[in-house]
């Protein structure tokens, strides 16, 4: 790489200073254009690397993460500077920043650190344009390449503990967030680079870097292949254009605070920057700096915010990050704050600092007469801003954050606590984990390349097993979250336990599936059980054809109404994925080998295959088939159905993790010649070429459909519900006192404890519209009953609010019924119901949302978990939305037609 400089004097300074406040890519273009008439302009590929996408674009994942690498690096810049002018000190003598900083040999009073926005408010355009500027080491022309090479500039920091940008990967993400990164070809990204060195003051390099999306890699400017070069001081254009910009009725030099031009340092400019945080101003208490706080928790050196696009008196803030924010003066928000140590399990991890931080509810700061107005600043939900993923939050998306030196590394958003069961306080919690001790292998076995995401490697799941098992052990958090639940909505308690206990005894099948997943069996129809001895075979003059599995051919003479004509079955297709929101499957190729099926030594797991089979293949009496399974003894159910065959399988004794087990399946297909209903073979078979298939009966296929897979047992799943009593155990409880195995009655002091199955009725409670309505000028309807917490959840569509347990049990649910929706209340109204009536009718509607809700609940725990994998929902919070999505029909389907000649006047 080059380290040649072009050196030209005042005009090249005077070409930086154009390109350090241009105000918007257009602008950038003039300069090009202006400076390539004047002089030969070259570019060169980052890195000396014509395909340099794959380094680039990898680098961040979100644009605030992607930014904050370019003041960490400011700092490490800084932390140069006074190593360099220290006597005595190892580059190994400190493990992290903050340490270093605490030593006498860092001057934080010499230490100046900006982040500048130009360009137009939003108000008037929109455009963000952000400087990062500091006073550090800076570049000689010697290593000015530094800038725009890849790797080189983290080797050179590895020796030194206190630094953070070790990787040399980082500086260039911001490219794919500058410009019009919605255009294919972004001809708009630019980043502007000027430093100089105390060693070698006044001695400028620049240039500037440009995405070449048509060229596929991303370039640096040269002239005649050297660094732009010029000798004296830089940023005073910067100043200048703040001044020209402030108001005149303000006091320039009073209320703002600018450096004098420097000597050495670095500038480097991203331009139309695409923040996924609102672009008002950025030294406010909203938007950027909140957002730009989650990413910077804890700086050692406080960060200087100034805001050049408003005419305000105090358009600057400081800011050291998160934490010191929250210290200066807002700890009155805070209810609580543990401070806990946990055993990760991994060797190169070890054992984590987690700091979790919880605030006070909004109702509580009321009471103790302050403001919830500043908690927002640190627990907001949103920004303001809005991207093509929807509204981008501070708590929503970094309630949990992973932490090296200050900055955020990795995080998860507030559906992590929600997954544990803190849905109540998850909006209100902070949880901060301290790696700044994490030696190199630890940061790449846990971290992404980017440094903004966790790895699924084996170390990141030991450490979220252990943040979990510490989360779920806070006393501060679980007596918050207690308290919360039961102070929602009304103090009346709903579903009695004896009515609850009464509804499981009428209806046995359900505790049984609450209790073990085991869903109803059909009952099997035998031909004895029709009254006669006469098998019910239809004739071949009644049958309709039925080349559909499962569907009306569309025909419509009188023979469509007769049964679907029997077909065999012509494949039979391994499902390698399936898609619930769509009913959708994939395929498995049988060029790709014999499919895996993952199986958890403890439990089921379910195996689908695709085929043509009538649903009713292998139970009619006419052309049936039947299933074969190897290895027999694991299969514990078939379904068939609408072109669908699932197995599930149960695993075997001494299953262990890591065996392994081959899975055949045979569909057997009969000779369709031997069946007198049919008076062609080639009915037997669907589609239009059945004749050519039988060739008129000397080529009939009946050899059996076969199909394979191998089945995995992983890692057991850990229990999701309470288990039944054992016989034994009930045999014990008899003449003990306790409620044995035929008490179900649930009665006074049983807390709803149905002991068949071992599980107890969920905490249900009820609101009305006195404790959530607000009249249009949103001042509650009755002032004395409005629950703040029940407002933010219900309104008149709203059925159910559904807080998830802790443990993914049925028993540790928190169920709000609104006994005011619409959908109740206008049924009562509009049918006419009686009023010795509308008890019962208030009474059927809440067992509904009762049962309905802790059955599906049971159901989606036991297929996703307590959260779902790759999304910010948790189960709970999908439950909820299927039950609210039924509004529209759930009186009708509860209350049917023949009941309401009795109900109604």
């Given amino acids: 790489m080059s380290e040649r400089v072009c050196h030209a004097g005042t005009e090249l300074k005077t070409f930086a200073d154009r390109f350090l406040t241009a105000n918007d890519p257009s602008e950038v273009h003039r300069v090009l254009a202006d400076l390539d008439d004047a002089h030969r302009v070259t570019w060169v590929p980052l890195g000396n690397d014509e395909n340099n996408y794959s380094d680039v674009y990898t680098q961040a994942s979100s644009p605030m993460a992607a930014f904050t690498e370019l003041p960490l690096n400011a700092e490490d810049a800084l932390m140069f500077r006074f190593y360099d002018a220290a006597d005595g000190v190892e580059p190994d003598a400190y493990s992290s920043m903050k340490d270093a900083v605490a030593a006498d040999w860092v001057n934080l009073d010499d230490a100046e650190l900006e982040i500048i926005a130009d360009g137009t408010k939003p108000t008037d355009g929109n455009l963000l344009n952000l400087t990062v500027r500091d006073n550090g080491k800076g570049k000689t022309r010697e290593n000015f390449s530094d800038f725009v090479d890849l790797h080189a500039p983290g080797l050179k920091k590895q020796e030194y503990g206190f630094l953070q940008g070790q990787y040399g990967m980082g500086s260039t993400a911001v490219m794919q967030f500058c410009g019009d990164i919605e255009d294919e070809y972004n001809e708009n990204a630019f980043k502007f680079i000027a430093s100089a060195s105390p060693d070698a003051p006044g001695e400028w390099s620049w240039t500037l870097v440009h995405d070449k999306p048509r060229k596929g890699r991303v ?295 609450m209790a073990t997943g085991e869903r109803v069996d059909a009952p099997q129809i035998r031909p004895s059980d029709r009254g006669d001895d006469t098998p019910a075979v239809p004739g071949a003059s009644s049958l309709r054809d039925h080349t559909d599995p499962g569907h009306d051919d569309g025909d419509d003479t009188d023979e469509s109404s007769g049964p679907p004509a029997p077909k065999l079955p012509t494949y039979l297709t391994p499902i390698s994925g399936y898609h619930p929101g769509t009913g959708d499957h994939d395929l498995w190729d049988p060029a790709d080998g014999v499919m895996a099926v993952d199986m958890p030594a403890n439990s089921r797991t379910t195996v689908r295959f695709a085929t043509d089979a009538q649903s009713d293949y ?226 059927q509607y809440e067992l509904a949302m009762v049962f309905y809700t802790i059955t599906m609940y049971r159901d989606y725990v036991a297929e996703y978990g307590t959260s779902l994998e790759g999304t910010d929902l948790i189960t709970a919070d999908v439950v909820a939305r299927s039950i609210n999505a039924l509004a529209p029909t759930i009186m009708p389907t509860i209350i049917p037609d023949d009941q309401l000649d009795r109900i109604t006047e």
């Fill in 618 to 843: 292998l139970t009619r009496d006419i052309l049936r088939g039947s299933l074969t399974v190897s290895p027999s003894a694991q299969l514990h159910a078939v379904e068939l159905q609408d072109g669908l065959l699932t197995l599930t399988l149960t695993p075997g004794t001494g299953a262990s993790p890591g065996d392994d087990f081959a899975l055949t399946v045979e569909l057997t297909r009969p000779d369709p010649r031997e069946c007198t209903a049919l008076s062609d073979p080639a009915d037997a078979y669907p589609g239009e070429d059945a004749g050519a298939v039988t060739d008129g009966g000397s080529m009939v296929d009946t050899s059996p459909l076969t199909a394979m897979c191998r089945i995995d047992y992983t890692e057991p799943e850990p229990s999701t519900s309470e288990t039944p009593s054992t016989d034994s155990e009930a045999d014990d409880s008899e003449g003990s006192g306790e409620s044995g195995s035929g008490d179900r009655n649930g009665e006074s002091g049983d807390d709803g404890q149905t002991d068949d199955w071992g599980f107890e009725m969920p905490d249900i409670a009820r609101v009305y519209e006195e404790n959530w309505r607000t009249d249009d000028d949103e001042n509650p309807i009755v002032p004395d009953e409005f629950d703040r917490e029940a407002a933010a959840h219900f309104d008149e569509h709203t059925l159910i609010q559904l807080e998830p347990s802790r443990d993914g049990s049925i028993s540790g649910l928190s169920l709000t019924i609104n006994m005011d929706a619409a959908p109740l209340q206008s049924f009562i109204v509009n049918r006419n119901v009686r009023d010795n009536w509308k008890p019962s009718v208030e009474r």
């Fill in 219 to 513: 370039e640096y400017l040269t002239i005649d292949g050297a660094f732009p070069s010029f000798d004296g001081t830089f940023g005073g254009a910067l100043t200048e254009k703040f001044r020209a910009n402030y108001p005149d009725k303000y006091d320039f030099a009073a209320n703002t605070t600018t450096p004098d031009p420097q000597t050495h340092g670095s500038f480097i400019k991203v331009y139309d920057y695409q923040t996924n945080a609102a672009r008002s101003l950025i030294s406010g208490d909203e938007g950027f700096r909140r957002k730009f706080q989650r990413s910077v928790v804890d700086s050692p050196y406080p960060i200087r915010l100034t805001d050049m696009r408003y005419n305000t008196k105090l358009p600057q803030s400081t800011t050291q990050g998160f934490l010191p924010d929250l210290r200066h003066g807002y700890d009155h928000l805070l209810k609580g704050e543990d401070h806990l140590t946990v055993d990760t399990g991994s060797e190169t991890l070890g054992e984590r600092d987690i700091t979790v931080l919880l605030f006070h509810s909004d109702d509580a700061l009321e009471d103790i007469d302050t403001t919830s107005r500043g908690k927002s600043k640190f627990v907001a939900g949103t920004t303001g801003h809005k991207d093509s993923a929807g509204r981008t939050g501070i708590q929503r998306d970094h309630a949990v954050m992973f932490t090296i030196n200050g900055q955020t590394h990795a995080s998860k958003g507030e559906y992590f606590l929600k997954s544990l069961g803190y849905s109540k306080v998850a909006s209100d919690t902070v949880v901060i984990i301290e790696f700044d001790d994490l030696a190199n292998l630890g940061m790449v076995n846990l971290f992404g390349a980017s440094r903004d995401t966790l790895k699924d490697s084996p170390q990141a799941n030991k450490l979220i097993t252990a943040l979990k098992d510490a989360l779920d052990r806070s006393d501060l958090l679980s007596a918050e979250e207690d308290r919360r639940r039961a102070s929602r909505g009304n103090a009346e308690r709903a579903t009695d336990t004896e009515t609850f206990a009464d509804f499981i005894e009428r209806n046995p099948e359900i505790g049984n599936y």
